[in-house]
């Protein structure tokens, strides 16, 4: 490896208070795209609670320094550097006056002021801000805003900032100006602005204690009829904050703002939200009901932020689940809620298991690699390598875990008392569970584990009944297994783990659950066990049958459970489990070692074969009339590639889809009358409708198709596809025809329908920016052959007039979906995908380190593969870490290397 100096750690260990605070800052912007004068006025004073420091340390980067006043008057002693601007012997309170010039037009990074489309944005988290403004650009200093905009008003009519507009009005030479005000304090990174040629869909409503609000949805003009989903989301989050938590919208105003150039989904700057265009616009021609999903989620998080994360903020980014993992939680919840109320405990599940697929997909690999950290990390170089799915989805766990285990009401006045607490104030994960603990009169301090341990624990489970007795013990033992490296150094002992779990007799029912000590059963028939010691063991008494355990209900943990069903208490947890997440866990459970023993065959070239009880389980729950749409979609979709390649000792990504393809081609022929009876049924003609029962039937006919594309004579799914393909009033059915005609002919190369759809697709969307990311993805994600290898079909689709690496969303839908999302035509035993992989990682590191940061993963868990692959592997990293500049690629690069 290269001999370069180690990049500067920042310790979680080593944070000191800053030495001096800002109260207030008003700022002035001459908005000229290649030279933006920004004035920015504060006033400063020392911090009586940090030690004497004479200088002044103010960050900045890529900034041209023009001047420096105290108190009105020119300050010499003003040093621009590197990283920021050094003031020299300040006096204990002053006013500064800082000017300097930034180039929003060339700033392809997208952090700071960056113009897209020829309009204005901001993006300040989580250290963007400093490219703005000379600043204490962390997140426990907070200060109220005043922001004056001036720019040309033809080219810029609409001028934004955070807050309330106090004046607008015009200047001479053809320019405006725009004078808004934030009353409430806040850092810096929640700062914001845009300027440029929008429209805004507008509603006005009434919040809980009457107040009224405007609400605006600003997109560019050609957008609007893609807004009203958008605004829905808003309005049912506003309210779903006051009805479930009792928070209300604080500010008279609230803006979303979409731009097609955008690092990560949105971004919650206080009263002008800042989202990517894929998580607001929608109609149901462009977007599929995933979309709409997506767009009431990520609506809801921005939104929700507005109190948990802006109100209450984070002391230091090592508290960044602070915010995230919360609000992930809310959003979830709020999701949950949306599709079934408090109570349709199935249709909740539909979300549960979605949520909880991704995080055993992606959080669980993060936490067995080079990756792995803590929810609050201990270290990190560079900031926004740790955006990180442990920090918010396994933050999310984390938080759900303080709900199992006080109830709603329990959970609700631990929220209550954190705001009482903490509101204005920049906080931490301790403050947030100690306000938990207190309003529930519990101690916590053996939770803090859950804070502080990365790694994904395991729990193993034995089990014993005692006819005689009526007695069923559960013994339960928790550990890491043989974890990462990275996560091992943190392990310190045991956790509270909430285990969830019920107990089904032989009639399929769930049976009365009393614990050895308790005078009588309780109503419920799920009990939340407090587990706390490395090994405890639980026992239920006045058992008169042997029963089957249902583990870890709903995932009350995030957890791996170790038991050893047999395939037959599999097939009869997904017939009867009362618990629906556990339902759809126990056919999982059942795929995944069928598939991982195939997989086992298929890389040693043994012949595959699939068990027709097998076979029959699945056949149950496809026909069974009682279970929702919705769900038996999820029930019958296989685990994915990445995460079976992950469950191996060895991944052996060609073995796991060469297994993969095999149970599905096998479903399908099996099963084929079924499948078009299912794929008729669940037909959904006249007008779309965006409802969460709509959309299961849809998803579950889409299903049907996709395993109908894998029959040996597909000619009947090719005629089904090509129809519906033509017939489709909306994106959903639209995208899913296509993506079956490209499978039903991947062995052959393609069949016309196939390539005449995908010509129809590109010219009826050409001007539907989301659209066209959709045609690049279904291309790099689909199955290929030996013939006609995916790669070849990316490298031509690259030149494609289309593409455009500068903006994430286009690069994302091309080149992360085939190296993240295509895993066996990515992992081409000739290392082909690795040499691509190493020139658009060095390509995009020059000019968006964080996109390019995110493309450097896909190769971190390159030691779990098998030799061949790995030696490509890590060929392709010592390649980019010889040429890498940025600190965010590099740290990628070089854990993975260590
Ligand atoms: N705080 C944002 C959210 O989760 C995340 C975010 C948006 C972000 N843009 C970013 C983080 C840019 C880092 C860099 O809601
Ligand atoms: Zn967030």
């Known amino acids: 490896m290269a001999d370069t100096a180690t990049p500067n750690v920042i310790r979680r260990a080593d944070y000191a208070p800053p030495a001096f605070l800002i109260d207030t800052v008003a700022l002035e912007f001459d908005l000229i795209p290649e030279r933006t004068v920004v004035r920015n006025t504060m006033r400063v004073r020392r911090n009586p609670d940090a030690s004497h420091a004479s200088n002044f340390e103010l960050m900045g980067e890529q900034l041209e320094f023009v001047s420096a006043t105290i108190d009105g008057a020119p300050f010499a002693q003003a040093h621009a550097h590197e990283h920021g601007l050094t003031l020299d012997n300040v006096p204990d309170s002053f006013e500064l006056t800082l000017t300097s010039i930034c180039n929003p037009a060339e700033n392809t990074t997208l952090s700071g002021l960056y113009v897209s489309g020829g309009n204005f944005f901001t993006q300040c988290e989580a250290e963007g801000f400093r490219r703005i403004t000379y600043f204490l650009d962390r997140p426990d200093v907070m200060a109220t805003f005043t922001v004056t905009l001036r720019a040309s008003k033809a080219d810029y009519p609409v001028l934004l900032s955070n807050g309330n507009l106090l004046e607008e009005g015009d200047l001479p030479d053809g320019r405006h100006f725009a004078r808004w005000e934030d ?389 009869f947890l997904l017939a009867h489990d009362s618990d629906p997440f556990n339902r759809w866990e126990a056919g999982q459970r059942l795929a995944t070692r069928e598939l991982l023993t195939l997989a086992g065959r298929a890389a040693t070239g043994v012949p595959l074969q699939l068990d027709d009880s097998v076979v029959a389980a699945f056949a149950r729950v496809l026909t069974d009339e009682t279970l929702s749409p919705a769900f038996r979609e999820l029930a019958l979709m296989l685990p994915s590639e990445a995460y079976l390649a992950e469950q191996m000792a060895e991944s052996n990504p060609a073995a796991v889809h060469a297994a993969r393809q095999f149970v599905r081609k096998r479903l399908a022929n099996a099963l084929r009358a079924d499948w078009l009876a299912v794929y008729e049924k669940h037909r959904t003609p006249g007008a779309y409708e965006a409802t969460p029962e709509a959309s299961g039937h849809r998803a579950l006919k889409n299903l049907a198709l996709s395993y109908l594309a894998e029959l040996d004579d597909p000619a009947e799914a090719v005629r089904l596809a090509s129809a519906q393909y033509d017939a489709a009033n909306n994106m959903t059915d639209r995208s899913a025809a296509l993506s079956a005609l490209l499978n039903a002919s991947a062995a052959n190369g393609g069949s016309v329908e196939a390539h005449q759809a995908l010509d129809d697709f590109y010219r009826r969307f050409e001007k539907e920016p989301l659209v066209i990311d959709k045609w690049f993805a279904l291309q790099a994600t689909q199955r290929g052959s030996a013939q006609r290898p995916v790669i070849e079909i990316v490298r031509k689709l690259m030149a494609h007039p289309a593409f455009n690496l500068k903006n994430p969303n286009r690069a994302r839908s091309l080149i992360f979906s085939f190296c993240a999302a295509n895993p066996a035509q990515f992992h081409a035993e000739d290392g082909s995908g690795y040499a691509f992989w190493a020139e658009q990682v060095i390509a995009l590191d020059a000019i968006n380190p964080q996109v390019a940061a995110r493309l450097a993963r896909s190769l971190e868990l390159w030691r779990r593969f098998t030799p061949t692959l790995r030696d490509g592997m890590r060929a392709a990293l010592e390649k980019v870490a010889s040429q890498v500049k940025s600190r965010d690629v590099r740290e990628i690069v070089e854990k993975a290397l260590a």
């Not at 999701?335 to 909880?356: F, L, N, P, Q």
């Not at 014993?464 to 007695?471: G, P, V």
């Not at 091992?488 to 909430?498: A, F, M, S, V, Y």
């Not at 050895?516 to 706390?532: H, K, Q, Y």
Request: overall charge negative.
């Open 183 to 571: 009353p409430f304090r806040k850092p810096s990174y929640l700062f914001a602005l845009v300027a440029g040629k929008l429209v805004a869909l507008e509603e006005r409503v009434k919040s809980g204690s009457g107040k009224e609000k405007l609400l605006q949805v600003w997109v560019e003009p050609h957008d609007l009829d893609k807004t009203r989903h958008a605004m829905d989301s808003l309005i049912n989050s506003i309210r779903w904050d006051e009805s479930r938590f009792g928070l209300e919208l604080d500010l008279d105003r609230f803006m979303i703002v979409a731009v097609s150039d955008f690092n990560m989904g949105a971004m919650e700057n206080k009263g002008l939200n800042i989202f990517n265009t894929k998580y607001v616009l929608a109609n149901p021609e462009t977007a599929t009901d995933t979309d709409f999903a997506n767009i009431e989620a990520v609506v809801g998080h921005e939104y929700f932020h507005n109190w948990t994360g802006n109100r209450v903020t984070c002391r230091d980014w090592f508290q960044l689940s602070l915010k995230e993992g919360l609000t992930v939680f809310r959003d979830q919840e709020f999701s949950a809620d949306m599709a079934g109320g408090a109570t349709d405990e199935a249709a909740r599940a539909t979300k549960r298991i979605e949520d909880v697929r991704v995080l055993r997909q992606m959080q669980f690999a993060e936490d067995a690699g080079p990756m792995a950290h803590p929810v609050r990390p201990e270290s990190y170089v560079e900031i926004n390598n740790f955006y990180t799915m442990t920090v918010y989805e396994k933050g999310s766990e984390v938080v759900r875990m303080y709900q199992t285990l006080f109830g709603r009401d329990g959970f609700r006045k631990g929220m209550d008392l954190y705001f009482k607490r903490h509101d204005g104030q920049a906080v931490t994960c301790d403050d947030f569970r100690h306000a938990l603990a207190d309003a529930n009169g519990r101690d916590l301090a053996q939770f803090e584990r859950w804070y502080s341990q990365a790694g994904t624990p395991r729990v193993s489970v034995r089990t014993q009944y005692d006819a005689a007795q009526q007695r069923y013990s559960v013994t339960l033992t928790q550990g890491y297994g043989d974890t990462a490296p990275a996560a091992r150094e943190t392990q310190k002992g045991p956790l509270l783990i909430p285990f969830a779990i019920g107990l089904i007799g032989k009639d399929g029912h769930d049976l009365a659950l009393q614990l050895e000590g308790e005078t009588r059963a309780s109503e419920a028939t799920t009990r939340v066990l407090e587990f706390t010691q490395t090994e405890q063991t639980f026992t239920f008494v006045n058992v008169a049958q042997e029963p089957l355990p249902s583990l870890l209900r709903n995932f009350s943990a995030p957890v791996i459970v170790e038991y050893d069903y047999s395939a037959d208490q599999l097939a």
